[in-house]
T-cell receptor, first 111, second 116 residues
Framework: KQEVTQIPAALSVPEGENLVLNCSFT??????LQWFRQDPGKGLTSLLL?????REQTSGRLNASLDKSSGRSTLYIAASQPGDSATYLC??????????FGGGTRLMVKP | DTAVSQTPKYLVTQMGNDKSIKCEQN?????MYWYKQDSKKFLKIMFS???????INETVPNRFSPKSPDKAHLNLHINSLELGDSAVYFC???????????????FGPGTRLTVL
């Protein structure tokens, strides 16, 4: 059974810092991995989708990497801004047609 | 021009009642999903439909019955509501089926269900 873990559970940084959010998964037989952002009381916004054959994806100040063999992904946020404050969720598609979510990292960027 | 929409946004009801949540997507996607996010914020898949056919049903009580009248709509009907059903329910859609490359998922805003 796939399990997804995100570390840290919460993170508070001053504006302008570069930061890394971590995601690990137990079953490396994945189809792809997706990073989402969830604002309080809102739905999920897709940030990046990495196929199992890819190593990384970039969108603006966001860069996500994938190391399938070690069961890890990182989301790198450059030059963080207060508007980046949200919960970031990692989810993997794996055998059994399951999308399994991690518990999320709650990010607070202070002005 | 909302891509995935859900109604209602909030739903407060008594135990034992029957309620429905509606979901519509205008993205032309073939696959739709229902997820439950509990009080600890963990998201778990409940159902998945592809072109109106059920493809995933994850150990959900049979009080929950999804219905897909067409591939743009996936409604969730819940019978005999229980306290433990209180959660936020999210609808999502993707172009292709699970396990294929082109299945980036797009989520609706969620329906917060409170059972008293």
């Amino acid at each position: 059974k796939q399990e997804v873990t995100q570390i840290p559970a919460a993170l508070s940084v001053p504006e302008g810092e570069n930061l890394v959010l971590n995601c690990s998964f137990t079953d490396s037989a994945i189809y792809n991995l997706q990073w989402f952002r969830q604002d309080p009381g809102k739905g999920l916004t897709s940030l990046l989708l990495i196929q199992s054959s890819q190593r990384e994806q970039t969108s603006g100040r966001l860069n996500a990497s994938l190391d399938k063999s070690s069961g890890r992904s990182t989301l790198y946020i450059a030059a963080s801004q207060p508007g980046d404050s949200a919960t970031y969720l990692c989810a993997v598609w794996s055998a059994g047609n399951m999308l399994t979510f991690g518990g999320g990292t709650r990010l607070m960027v202070k002005p | 021009d909302t891509a995935v929409s859900q109604t209602p946004k909030y739903l407060v009801t008594q135990m034992g009642n029957d309620k429905s949540i509606k979901c519509e997507q205008n993205l032309g996607h073939d696959t739709m999903y229902w997820y439950k996010q509990d009080s600890k914020k963990f998201l778990k898949i409940m159902f998945s439909y592809n072109n109106k056919e059920l493809i995933i049903n994850e150990t959900v009580p049979n009080r929950f019955s999804p219905k897909s009248p067409d591939k743009a709509h996936l409604n969730l009907h819940i019978n005999s509501l229980e306290l433990g059903d209180s959660a936020v329910y999210f609808c999502a859609s993707s172009q292709d089926q699970t396990g294929t490359p082109n299945n980036e998922q797009f989520f609706g805003p969620g329906t917060r269900l409170t059972v008293l």
